[in-house]
Protein backbone atom coordinates (compact mmCIF):
# COMPACT_ATOMS: atom_id res chain seq x y z
CA UNK A 1 0.00 0.00 0.00
CA UNK A 2 1.10 3.34 -0.93
CA UNK A 3 0.78 6.55 1.34
CA UNK A 4 0.38 10.08 1.23
CA UNK A 5 4.27 10.59 0.02
CA UNK A 6 3.26 8.69 -3.34
CA UNK A 7 0.74 11.20 -4.24
CA UNK A 8 -0.07 9.54 -7.87
CA UNK A 9 -1.06 6.92 -6.48
CA UNK A 10 -3.74 6.82 -4.26
CA UNK A 11 -4.27 4.07 -1.59
CA UNK A 12 -8.17 4.38 -2.57
CA UNK A 13 -10.33 5.01 -5.60
CA UNK A 14 -12.95 6.55 -2.50
CA UNK A 15 -13.25 6.75 1.15
CA UNK A 16 -16.27 7.09 2.76
CA UNK A 17 -16.16 8.83 6.77
CA UNK A 18 -19.00 7.56 8.62
CA UNK A 19 -20.61 4.39 8.84
CA UNK A 20 -24.23 5.22 9.37
CA UNK A 21 -26.93 4.62 7.28
CA UNK A 22 -26.12 6.95 4.24
CA UNK A 23 -22.62 5.86 4.51
CA UNK A 24 -22.91 1.88 4.53
CA UNK A 25 -25.29 2.36 1.64
CA UNK A 26 -22.84 4.18 -0.43
CA UNK A 27 -20.06 1.35 0.30
CA UNK A 28 -22.29 -1.60 -0.52
CA UNK A 29 -23.95 -0.12 -3.91
CA UNK A 30 -20.83 1.24 -5.00
CA UNK A 31 -18.82 -1.73 -3.78
CA UNK A 32 -21.94 -3.92 -6.18
CA UNK A 33 -22.03 -1.84 -8.88
CA UNK A 34 -20.60 -3.97 -12.10
CA UNK A 35 -18.90 -1.16 -13.66
CA UNK A 36 -16.78 -0.16 -10.29
CA UNK A 37 -16.61 -4.04 -9.11
CA UNK A 38 -12.43 -3.31 -8.88
CA UNK A 39 -12.47 -0.03 -6.99
CA UNK A 40 -11.05 0.20 -4.03
CA UNK A 41 -13.15 1.40 -1.47
CA UNK A 42 -12.63 2.42 2.07
CA UNK A 43 -15.33 2.57 5.18
CA UNK A 44 -14.01 4.81 8.07
CA UNK A 45 -15.75 4.84 11.37
CA UNK A 46 -14.83 6.02 15.24
CA UNK A 47 -17.09 3.01 16.47
CA UNK A 48 -17.28 -0.27 16.16
CA UNK A 49 -20.34 -1.71 14.12
CA UNK A 50 -22.02 -3.48 16.98
CA UNK A 51 -22.49 0.12 18.70
CA UNK A 52 -25.89 0.47 17.22
CA UNK A 53 -27.19 -2.80 17.49
CA UNK A 54 -29.65 -1.86 20.41
CA UNK A 55 -30.41 1.58 19.35
CA UNK A 56 -33.79 1.96 19.38
CA UNK A 57 -34.40 5.24 17.73
CA UNK A 58 -37.11 4.73 15.16
CA UNK A 59 -36.43 6.32 11.77
CA UNK A 60 -38.90 6.75 8.79
CA UNK A 61 -38.07 5.11 5.47
CA UNK A 62 -40.22 5.88 2.35
CA UNK A 63 -41.17 3.83 -0.35
CA UNK A 64 -38.91 5.41 -2.68
CA UNK A 65 -36.22 4.21 -0.22
CA UNK A 66 -37.03 0.85 0.29
CA UNK A 67 -36.90 0.52 -3.19
CA UNK A 68 -33.59 2.08 -3.02
CA UNK A 69 -32.32 -0.40 -0.13
CA UNK A 70 -34.10 -3.42 -1.58
CA UNK A 71 -30.77 -3.92 -3.99
CA UNK A 72 -28.81 -4.01 -0.78
CA UNK A 73 -30.50 -4.98 2.64
CA UNK A 74 -33.50 -4.16 4.27
CA UNK A 75 -34.27 -5.21 8.13
CA UNK A 76 -37.17 -7.92 9.29
CA UNK A 77 -38.73 -5.69 11.71
CA UNK A 78 -39.86 -2.81 9.51
CA UNK A 79 -43.12 -1.99 9.88
CA UNK A 80 -45.34 -0.55 7.25
CA UNK A 81 -47.01 2.94 7.20
CA UNK A 82 -50.19 1.98 5.20
CA UNK A 83 -52.06 5.56 6.07
CA UNK A 84 -50.54 9.05 7.30
CA UNK A 85 -53.12 11.21 9.05
CA UNK A 86 -52.49 14.87 8.71
CA UNK A 87 -54.64 17.53 11.53
CA UNK A 88 -54.02 21.02 13.42
CA UNK A 89 -54.65 20.73 16.99
CA UNK A 90 -57.46 23.39 17.70
CA UNK A 91 -58.53 24.24 14.11
CA UNK A 92 -60.14 22.53 11.60
CA UNK A 93 -58.78 20.98 8.80
CA UNK A 94 -56.74 17.30 7.77
CA UNK A 95 -55.95 15.37 5.19
CA UNK A 96 -55.03 11.78 4.92
CA UNK A 97 -52.88 9.85 2.67
CA UNK A 98 -53.64 5.85 1.86
CA UNK A 99 -51.14 3.50 0.39
CA UNK A 100 -54.53 2.87 -2.56
CA UNK A 101 -54.11 6.19 -3.57
CA UNK A 102 -50.57 5.29 -5.24
CA UNK A 103 -51.06 1.76 -5.71
CA UNK A 104 -48.50 0.87 -2.92
CA UNK A 105 -47.97 -2.00 -0.13
CA UNK A 106 -47.08 0.73 1.75
CA UNK A 107 -46.14 4.57 1.61
CA UNK A 108 -43.15 4.25 3.93
CA UNK A 109 -41.69 2.13 6.63
CA UNK A 110 -40.79 2.48 10.30
CA UNK A 111 -37.44 1.34 10.94
CA UNK A 112 -34.95 1.07 14.06
CA UNK A 113 -31.80 2.81 13.73
CA UNK A 114 -29.65 -0.63 15.05
CA UNK A 115 -31.87 -2.83 12.50
CA UNK A 116 -30.80 -0.83 9.78
CA UNK A 117 -27.70 -0.33 10.54
CA UNK A 118 -27.24 -3.82 11.23
CA UNK A 119 -28.89 -5.16 8.08
CA UNK A 120 -26.44 -2.58 5.99
CA UNK A 121 -23.17 -3.77 7.74
CA UNK A 122 -24.10 -6.96 7.03
CA UNK A 123 -24.24 -6.40 2.97
CA UNK A 124 -21.16 -4.50 3.44
CA UNK A 125 -19.25 -7.40 5.14
CA UNK A 126 -19.59 -9.37 1.67
CA UNK A 127 -17.76 -6.66 0.23
CA UNK A 128 -14.32 -6.05 -1.00
CA UNK A 129 -15.09 -2.92 1.04
CA UNK A 130 -12.08 -2.30 3.42
CA UNK A 131 -13.95 -1.44 6.94
CA UNK A 132 -11.72 0.99 9.82
CA UNK A 133 -13.36 0.59 13.06
CA UNK A 134 -12.26 2.53 16.30
CA UNK A 135 -10.25 5.26 13.18
CA UNK A 136 -11.11 8.75 13.45
CA UNK A 137 -10.21 10.81 10.39
CA UNK A 138 -9.48 14.42 10.33
CA UNK A 139 -7.63 17.25 8.39
CA UNK A 140 -8.10 16.59 5.28
CA UNK A 141 -5.55 17.97 2.66
CA UNK A 142 -6.77 17.41 -1.38
CA UNK A 143 -4.80 18.43 -4.54
CA UNK A 144 -5.63 17.80 -8.37
CA UNK A 145 -4.73 14.29 -8.16
CA UNK A 146 -6.63 13.20 -4.71
CA UNK A 147 -7.36 13.77 -0.56
CA UNK A 148 -5.25 12.89 2.15
CA UNK A 149 -6.51 12.00 5.12
CA UNK A 150 -4.88 11.33 8.67
CA UNK A 151 -6.44 8.67 10.39
CA UNK A 152 -6.38 7.74 14.75
CA UNK A 153 -6.89 4.25 15.21
CA UNK A 154 -6.00 1.55 17.08
CA UNK A 155 -2.95 1.19 15.38
CA UNK A 156 -2.13 4.57 16.24
CA UNK A 157 -1.53 7.66 14.02
CA UNK A 158 -1.30 7.41 9.91
CA UNK A 159 -2.01 9.06 6.85
CA UNK A 160 -4.56 7.39 4.07
CA UNK A 161 -5.12 9.02 0.39
CA UNK A 162 -8.27 8.30 -1.73
CA UNK A 163 -9.18 9.77 -5.27
CA UNK A 164 -12.41 10.79 -3.74
CA UNK A 165 -13.14 11.23 0.14
CA UNK A 166 -17.22 11.34 0.75
CA UNK A 167 -18.18 12.82 4.35
CA UNK A 168 -21.48 10.83 5.43
CA UNK A 169 -20.83 11.86 9.33
CA UNK A 170 -24.36 12.26 11.04
CA UNK A 171 -24.70 14.14 14.20
CA UNK A 172 -27.84 16.39 15.24
CA UNK A 173 -28.20 19.90 14.74
CA UNK A 174 -26.49 20.87 18.77
CA UNK A 175 -23.80 19.18 17.89
CA UNK A 176 -22.89 20.88 14.38
CA UNK A 177 -20.33 23.90 14.04
CA UNK A 178 -21.91 26.80 12.44
CA UNK A 179 -19.61 26.13 9.15
CA UNK A 180 -19.49 28.90 6.59
CA UNK A 181 -21.19 27.67 3.53
CA UNK A 182 -24.06 26.39 5.27
CA UNK A 183 -27.77 27.55 5.72
CA UNK A 184 -28.17 27.63 9.25
CA UNK A 185 -31.66 28.15 11.51
CA UNK A 186 -32.42 27.31 14.78
CA UNK A 187 -36.33 26.57 14.98
CA UNK A 188 -36.19 27.34 18.45
CA UNK A 189 -37.58 23.84 19.51
CA UNK A 190 -37.01 20.74 21.32
CA UNK A 191 -38.18 17.46 20.10
CA UNK A 192 -39.38 15.05 23.33
CA UNK A 193 -38.61 11.30 21.90
CA UNK A 194 -39.45 8.02 23.31
CA UNK A 195 -42.01 4.61 22.78
CA UNK A 196 -45.48 5.12 23.75
CA UNK A 197 -48.12 2.71 24.32
CA UNK A 198 -51.67 2.95 23.81
CA UNK A 199 -55.06 1.11 24.61
CA UNK A 200 -56.73 1.45 21.29
CA UNK A 201 -53.82 1.15 18.40
CA UNK A 202 -54.32 1.94 14.57
CA UNK A 203 -52.07 -0.72 13.01
CA UNK A 204 -50.10 0.67 10.62
CA UNK A 205 -51.46 4.65 10.83
CA UNK A 206 -48.91 7.32 11.13
CA UNK A 207 -49.94 10.21 12.34
CA UNK A 208 -48.91 14.07 12.01
CA UNK A 209 -50.14 17.02 14.01
CA UNK A 210 -49.44 20.30 14.04
CA UNK A 211 -49.76 22.39 17.40
CA UNK A 212 -48.71 25.99 17.76
CA UNK A 213 -45.12 24.96 19.19
CA UNK A 214 -44.63 22.43 16.58
CA UNK A 215 -45.22 19.31 14.77
CA UNK A 216 -46.48 15.97 17.43
CA UNK A 217 -45.65 12.71 15.05
CA UNK A 218 -47.15 9.41 15.78
CA UNK A 219 -44.81 6.42 13.95
CA UNK A 220 -46.27 2.76 14.33
CA UNK A 221 -43.70 0.32 15.93
CA UNK A 222 -45.72 -2.76 14.97
CA UNK A 223 -44.95 -6.09 17.86
CA UNK A 224 -47.22 -8.78 18.79
CA UNK A 225 -50.19 -6.14 20.12
CA UNK A 226 -48.98 -3.22 17.58
CA UNK A 227 -49.77 -1.05 20.54
CA UNK A 228 -46.18 1.08 20.44
CA UNK A 229 -45.60 3.99 18.95
CA UNK A 230 -42.45 6.24 18.16
CA UNK A 231 -43.06 9.72 19.88
CA UNK A 232 -41.56 12.98 18.18
CA UNK A 233 -43.34 15.68 20.02
CA UNK A 234 -41.68 19.09 18.98
CA UNK A 235 -41.83 22.41 21.50
CA UNK A 236 -40.76 25.05 23.23
CA UNK A 237 -37.51 23.82 24.84
CA UNK A 238 -38.93 25.64 28.40
CA UNK A 239 -41.70 23.46 27.79
CA UNK A 240 -39.94 20.21 26.70
CA UNK A 241 -37.55 20.82 29.98
CA UNK A 242 -40.52 20.81 32.48
CA UNK A 243 -42.15 17.94 30.00
CA UNK A 244 -38.76 15.79 30.69
CA UNK A 245 -39.22 16.07 33.81
CA UNK A 246 -42.86 15.29 34.54
CA UNK A 247 -43.48 11.70 36.24
CA UNK A 248 -44.81 9.25 33.42
CA UNK A 249 -48.79 9.48 34.51
CA UNK A 250 -48.61 13.38 34.00
CA UNK A 251 -46.93 13.20 30.77
CA UNK A 252 -49.01 10.76 29.08
CA UNK A 253 -51.71 13.19 30.54
CA UNK A 254 -50.59 15.88 29.08
CA UNK A 255 -49.74 14.11 25.53
CA UNK A 256 -53.07 12.99 25.65
CA UNK A 257 -54.51 16.15 25.97
CA UNK A 258 -52.60 17.17 23.13
CA UNK A 259 -52.67 14.26 20.47
CA UNK A 260 -56.44 13.65 21.55
CA UNK A 261 -58.24 10.29 21.59
CA UNK A 262 -58.08 8.94 18.52
CA UNK A 263 -56.19 5.46 19.78
CA UNK A 264 -57.77 5.77 23.17
CA UNK A 265 -55.41 6.42 25.85
CA UNK A 266 -51.69 6.60 26.49
CA UNK A 267 -50.91 4.11 28.61
CA UNK A 268 -46.74 3.57 29.50
CA UNK A 269 -43.93 5.49 27.90
CA UNK A 270 -40.39 4.47 27.78
CA UNK A 271 -36.93 5.71 26.33
CA UNK A 272 -37.46 9.66 26.99
CA UNK A 273 -34.85 12.04 25.43
CA UNK A 274 -34.75 15.02 24.43
CA UNK A 275 -32.97 17.64 21.52
CA UNK A 276 -32.72 20.66 20.45
CA UNK A 277 -33.86 21.10 16.19
CA UNK A 278 -32.52 22.90 13.46
CA UNK A 279 -32.01 23.54 10.07
CA UNK A 280 -28.08 23.12 8.61
CA UNK A 281 -27.87 22.67 5.02
CA UNK A 282 -24.89 23.16 2.90
CA UNK A 283 -25.11 25.20 -0.37
CA UNK A 284 -23.10 23.04 -2.15
CA UNK A 285 -22.38 19.28 -2.08
CA UNK A 286 -18.70 19.44 -3.25
CA UNK A 287 -15.45 21.57 -2.58
CA UNK A 288 -12.87 19.82 -5.36
CA UNK A 289 -12.62 16.15 -4.35
CA UNK A 290 -14.32 16.29 -1.52
CA UNK A 291 -18.50 15.25 -1.30
CA UNK A 292 -20.67 15.37 1.94
CA UNK A 293 -24.07 13.44 1.66
CA UNK A 294 -26.67 12.67 4.01
CA UNK A 295 -26.15 14.66 8.02
CA UNK A 296 -23.00 16.26 6.93
CA UNK A 297 -24.82 18.10 3.97
CA UNK A 298 -27.67 18.38 5.26
CA UNK A 299 -29.57 17.71 9.49
CA UNK A 300 -33.14 18.48 8.90
CA UNK A 301 -36.23 19.30 11.26
CA UNK A 302 -38.04 16.07 11.86
CA UNK A 303 -41.20 17.06 10.50
CA UNK A 304 -42.42 14.70 7.66
CA UNK A 305 -39.38 12.43 8.01
CA UNK A 306 -37.48 13.37 5.20
CA UNK A 307 -33.91 13.57 6.50
CA UNK A 308 -32.42 10.17 5.90
CA UNK A 309 -34.57 9.66 2.55
CA UNK A 310 -32.61 12.76 1.62
CA UNK A 311 -29.39 11.09 2.42
CA UNK A 312 -29.88 8.21 0.80
CA UNK A 313 -30.82 9.87 -2.05
CA UNK A 314 -27.49 11.59 -2.18
CA UNK A 315 -25.53 8.48 -2.31
CA UNK A 316 -27.49 6.92 -5.01
CA UNK A 317 -26.85 9.75 -6.96
CA UNK A 318 -23.32 9.81 -6.51
CA UNK A 319 -22.92 5.93 -6.83
CA UNK A 320 -24.57 6.28 -10.07
CA UNK A 321 -22.26 9.35 -11.36
CA UNK A 322 -18.89 7.70 -10.06
CA UNK A 323 -20.00 4.41 -11.79
CA UNK A 324 -20.94 6.62 -15.04
CA UNK A 325 -17.41 8.66 -15.02
CA UNK A 326 -14.89 7.52 -12.83
CA UNK A 327 -13.64 8.92 -9.35
CA UNK A 328 -12.57 12.27 -10.43
CA UNK A 329 -13.15 15.93 -9.68
CA UNK A 330 -15.92 16.11 -12.73
CA UNK A 331 -17.84 13.25 -11.44
CA UNK A 332 -18.42 15.37 -8.24
CA UNK A 333 -19.05 18.61 -10.26
CA UNK A 334 -21.61 16.53 -11.94
CA UNK A 335 -23.08 14.93 -8.64
CA UNK A 336 -23.48 18.24 -7.11
CA UNK A 337 -25.91 19.43 -10.49
CA UNK A 338 -28.00 16.21 -10.34
CA UNK A 339 -28.97 16.72 -6.48
CA UNK A 340 -29.43 20.89 -6.74
CA UNK A 341 -33.45 20.37 -7.64
CA UNK A 342 -33.76 17.39 -5.20
CA UNK A 343 -32.16 18.94 -2.20
CA UNK A 344 -34.33 22.57 -2.91
CA UNK A 345 -37.59 21.15 -3.05
CA UNK A 346 -37.15 18.99 -0.39
CA UNK A 347 -34.74 21.11 2.05
CA UNK A 348 -37.64 24.56 1.27
CA UNK A 349 -40.66 22.11 2.07
CA UNK A 350 -39.28 20.70 5.43
CA UNK A 351 -37.90 24.49 6.48
CA UNK A 352 -41.79 25.89 5.54
CA UNK A 353 -43.20 23.37 7.17
CA UNK A 354 -41.54 23.39 10.26
CA UNK A 355 -41.85 27.31 10.99
CA UNK A 356 -45.47 28.09 8.89
CA UNK A 357 -47.69 25.55 11.31
CA UNK A 358 -45.96 27.18 14.76
CA UNK A 359 -47.48 30.48 13.67
CA UNK A 360 -51.12 30.57 15.50
CA UNK A 361 -52.18 34.37 14.72
CA UNK A 362 -54.49 35.79 12.02
CA UNK A 363 -56.42 33.91 9.38
CA UNK A 364 -53.20 31.63 8.80
CA UNK A 365 -55.00 28.74 11.06
CA UNK A 366 -58.21 28.85 9.00
CA UNK A 367 -55.81 29.29 5.61
CA UNK A 368 -53.87 26.49 6.74
CA UNK A 369 -56.99 24.37 7.67
CA UNK A 370 -58.71 25.07 4.44
CA UNK A 371 -55.51 24.28 2.78
CA UNK A 372 -55.31 20.81 3.87
CA UNK A 373 -59.02 19.90 3.53
CA UNK A 374 -58.59 21.35 0.22
CA UNK A 375 -56.10 18.75 -0.86
CA UNK A 376 -59.43 16.01 -0.28
CA UNK A 377 -60.70 17.59 -3.16
CA UNK A 378 -57.91 18.09 -5.07
CA UNK A 379 -56.49 14.23 -5.64
CA UNK A 380 -53.52 15.41 -8.32
CA UNK A 381 -52.27 17.50 -6.22
CA UNK A 382 -52.43 15.66 -2.65
CA UNK A 383 -50.20 13.04 -5.22
CA UNK A 384 -48.17 15.37 -6.35
CA UNK A 385 -47.07 16.10 -2.62
CA UNK A 386 -47.16 12.88 -1.40
CA UNK A 387 -45.21 11.65 -4.87
CA UNK A 388 -42.07 14.46 -3.95
CA UNK A 389 -42.06 12.91 0.27
CA UNK A 390 -41.76 9.24 -1.28
CA UNK A 391 -39.56 9.61 -3.88
CA UNK A 392 -38.14 13.23 -4.50
CA UNK A 393 -36.74 14.37 -7.39
CA UNK A 394 -34.01 11.99 -9.71
CA UNK A 395 -32.34 13.20 -12.60
Known sequence: ??????????????????A?????????WLARRSATRHASIALIDAREPAASANDPRAI????????????????????????IHVSQRGH???????????????LGYVVRYGSIVQALAGAVRGTRVDWLTSTTAHTPQQDADGVTLTLDGPQGG????????????????????????????????????????????????????????????LLPLGGPRQADYSLVWCCTPDEAARRAALPDDAFLHELGSVFGERMGEFVAIAGRASFPLGLNAAQTLVSGRIAIVGNAAQTLHPVAGQGLNLGLRDAHTLVDT????????????????????????????????????????????LLRGAALTALEFVPPL?????????????N
Request: net charge positive; no cysteine.
Open 20 to 28: GPVGLALAG
Open 60 to 83: AVSHGSRVLLDTLAWPADATPIEH
Open 92 to 106: FGRTLIDRDEHALAA
Open 1 to 18: MTTASSPATPDYDLAIVG
Open 158 to 217: RTLRARIVTNAEGGLFHEQQADAGKHRRDYGQTALVGTVTVSAPRPNVAWERFTHEGPLA
Open 382 to 394: KKVIARQMMFGQR
Open 322 to 365: LSAQGFEATALATFNARRALDRRLTIGATDTLARLFTIDAGPLP
